[in-house]
Every structure is written in structure tokens, then in C-alpha cells.
């Protein structure tokens, strides 16, 4: 690969769009991070997060670049910023003006405090039939639903639609019950990264609406990242799968919820089903009492 350091000589446009065309042709179309980091620069705990670099006898030790100004450090899953008051309550203010899924769906696509929005594609806010006795909340887009603009299209959405026809439900309109689904986060975390906690607490107040202005029956939570969302003490999925819990909506209302397992994860760990299976007898049950 060419050197594309900053003491390189500048490149000109079609140079660099040769380069990106050969990125794409390798596969490489997509931003892993939030900014963009010079490895040569980390130090400290970044450096050691970075797999060793097999380096041949032949090389000789390469001298560290001079620059005027550092690159910013990389921003590292767990390395949460103090949650950004600000945007949490510009959001606060935004969800609560909303009146309507339509009017809260304009606010959540309006909305610029969300550090992840400039990274993504599209803001993916919600599926299926608002309103539905039944609504489901999932972690946060990941590359499909990026490029459609839609929760859940990949290969999970596909087992979550598996799963919801075999309580009886749908997103589509038809012959099944509906459902209503969101996610945690609404826009694309780069890399499919988790989501941090200042990201989740900036989206909440517009979750929070959602849950509101759908009022469900039942919210089913799937995997950690929603299930944490809406209940802090709730810990690991594996322990708080199966079990209800009651959400408080700020109007007063209690709506239970059922968390389980993600599908994705469900893809990767299939004898873990039984468990989901039994989770969704427990929701088909509660949604016909
Ligand atoms: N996983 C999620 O949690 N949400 C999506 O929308 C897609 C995959």
C-alpha cells in the first residue's frame, strides 16, 4: 500500500480516486472508527489494545514521523466520554414537543446531538405497524439497515420475522397480529461497534417517546444493549432473559416488558433458542391476556 502520511507528497484527484476504487475492489467501504486515527501515533493503552506487528529481520526500525499537530486519540469501545448533558437534554426537549409517531419521527431524523449521526448513512428509526400490541426494541443499526434505512433487514431481521410468525405476528399488514419495531440507537455505530453509554443516554428521551406514543401491551427487549436501556440493575441478558420487568413511561403508564435473547446472537449460538422459544410462549401468553 502507498504511504499516505502527511509528510507524503500531495496526491492529486485521480491518484486518490484510483485508491479509493482499490479499497472498494478489497472490500474495505466502511469506517471502523468515529475519527480518523494515524496507528503511528497511539501510545499507552490504545498501542497495547493493538495486535503486535509481525516485522520481517530485513526491516529496519522505522524513525517516528515529526508532525506539527497530534492526531486526536482514538476513540476505544469503553472510553465513554461524560455523557453529553447537553445533547441529552436538547433531546429531552425534542422528544417531549413531539406529539405524534410522525412528529417524533421528524424530531429523531432533525436531531444533531448524537455523535454517531455524521458516520451514518441514514437515520433508522422505526418498522412495523406503530401502535401494535407488540413492540420490540433492538441494539442499533448495523450495516443492511444502514444502507435501507430500516431496522432489522439483515439476516437477524430475517429470524426475528421467523420468530414473530411463530407467536402470530408481523411487521407487514396482513393476516397476523402486528408488531411495532426500533432499536436503542438510530444511527450506525461505525464498525458495528457497541453503542456507548453517553450514545444510549442521547438517544433514551426518544426511545422513551416511542414507548410512549406506541404504547404497547408488551415490549419485548432484545439482548443487553435495550434491556440496559430501559432498567440500569438489569445486568447480563443471559440472567435477565424470561424474567418481566415493568417500564414507567413518564406520563404514569406501566408497560411490562420481556427481555431475550438478540437474534444475531441466536444466529451464532443456536442451541439457545430452546431458551428464546420459551421466552416467546411467555410473550404470546401475556399478549392474549
Ligand atoms: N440489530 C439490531 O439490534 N437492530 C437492527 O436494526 C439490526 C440489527
Redesign the pocket.
Known amino acids: 500500500m502507498s504511504d499516505i502520511s502527511p509528510e507524503a507528497p500531495p496526491v492529486d484527484a485521480a491518484a486518490l480516486r484510483a485508491l479509493l476504487t482499490w479499497y472498494a475492489e478489497m472490500g474495505i467501504d466502511d469506517i471502523t472508527g468515529d475519527v480518523p486515527s494515524d496507528f503511528s501515533q497511539w501510545t499507552g493503552s490504545a498501542r497495547k489494545a493493538l495486535p503486535p506487528v509481525a516485522q520481517s529481520p530485513q526491516q529496519a526500525p522505522r524513525a517516528a514521523p515529526t508532525r506539527s499537530k497530534p492526531a486526536p486519540a482514538p476513540i476505544l469501545p469503553g472510553d465513554d466520554p461524560l455523557p453529553a448533558d447537553e445533547a441529552i437534554a436538547a433531546a429531552r426537549a425534542a422528544a417531549a414537543a413531539a406529539t405524534d409517531i410522525e412528529s417524533l419521527r421528524e424530531a429523531i431524523a432533525a436531531f444533531d446531538g448524537c455523535p454517531l449521526k455524521p458516520g451514518a448513512r441514514n437515520t ?1 428509526i422505526d418498522d412495523g405497524i406503530a401502535g401494535a400490541p407488540l413492540m420490540l426494541l ?5 450495516r ?2 444502514d444502507r435501507i434505512g ?5 439476516r ?2 430475517q429470524l426475528l420475522d421467523r420468530m414473530l410468525a411463530a407467536i402470530g405476528h408481523a411487521r407487514q399488514e396482513g393476516d397476523l397480529a402486528p408488531a411495532y ?1 426500533s ?2 440507537i438510530f444511527w450506525r455505530p461505525p464498525g458495528n461497534r457497541a453503542p456507548t453509554k453517553a450514545e444510549i443516554a442521547i438517544c433514551f428521551p426518544f426511545v422513551a417517546r416511542l414507548i410512549e406514543l406506541n404504547a404497547p401491551k408488551v415490549i419485548v427487549t ?2 443487553n ?2 434491556t440496559q436501556t430501559l432498567f440500569d440493575n438489569a445486568g447480563g441478558i443471559t440472567g435477565a432473559r424470561g424474567t418481566w420487568r415493568d417500564h414507567a413511561t413518564a406520563g404514569g403508564a406501566v408497560i411490562p416488558v420481556l427481555p431475550t435473547f ?3 446472537f441466536l444466529l451464532r449460538q443456536p442451541a439457545q433458542k430452546r431458551l428464546a422459544w420459551a421466552d416467546l410462549i411467555e410473550i404470546r401468553k401475556r399478549l392474549r391476556s
Not at 433492538?138 to 448495523?142: D, F, K, L, R, W
Not at 430500516?150 to 439483515?154: K, T
Open positions: 433508522v433492538g441494539e442499533a443499526p448495523g443492511e439497515e430500516r431496522p432489522f433487514v439483515g437477524a431481521g419495531i432499536n436503542a432484545l439482548g444493549t435495550p438478540h437474534p444475531a
